[in-house]
């Protein structure tokens, strides 16, 4: 190149047809979001797998964690709130199958229900933990990417999420 920045030669895309003209980046992104979501949720299975119950969705799996997260008792509006879901029948089956599963307690207060990680909860959590830390965190440890590389990555996939949320509520206008 005369202007001496590097191009790559070839995009790596899953849809061709997006990657075309102005803003051609967006779909090389969009398809590393699509290859990091679905290796993240293999994860998340397979970890609660080795954890001691191959039973659950990763849906189920991140629900389990953002109830258990910080101790404190949740309502579903907060669960979706959190986990950025709107369709909130899906985590209240997932909230329905944790009580069954007897990995959530829930509590009625009037018209609304609190959910809270029951012990047995709190036990496969910790199992989930400690496979997490041999599996993934020691060999996290073991790459170029730090605390700080992890932590800027995971601020611009906010910040990014937030212009695909208002992208979808654009798109709904239309």
């Keep these: 190149m005369s202007d001496g920045q590097s191009q790559p030669s070839r995009r790596i895309v899953s849809s061709r047809h997006l990657a075309e003209g102005e803003g051609w980046e967006a779909s090389e992104l969009e398809y590393g979001m699509i290859i990091a979501y679905n290796a993240f949720s293999r994860w998340m299975s397979r970890c609660m797998a080795a954890a001691g119950n191959c039973d659950l969705t990763p849906l189920e799996i991140l629900v389990l964690h953002n109830t258990n997260h910080r101790g404190r008792e ?7 709130f959190m986990l950025n879901i709107e369709d909130t029948h899906t985590v209240n089956y997932a909230l329905r199958k944790l009580l069954k599963s007897e990995l959530l307690e829930a509590d009625k207060r009037g018209k609304e229900v609190f959910y809270r990680t029951s012990a047995t909860g709190v036990e496969l959590i910790e199992a989930y933990r400690a496979v997490r830390n041999t599996c993934l965190i020691d060999n996290l440890n073991r790459t170029d990417m730090k605390g700080d590389d ?18 979808s509520r654009a798109a709904a206008s239309l």
Aim: proline letters at 0%; aromatic letters at 4%; hydrophobic letters at 40%.
């Design 150 to 167: 992890l932590r800027d990555i995971a601020a611009h996939l906010r910040a990014i999420s937030g212009q695909y949320d208002q992208a």
């Design 74 to 80: 949740k309502r579903l509006t907060d669960i979706c």
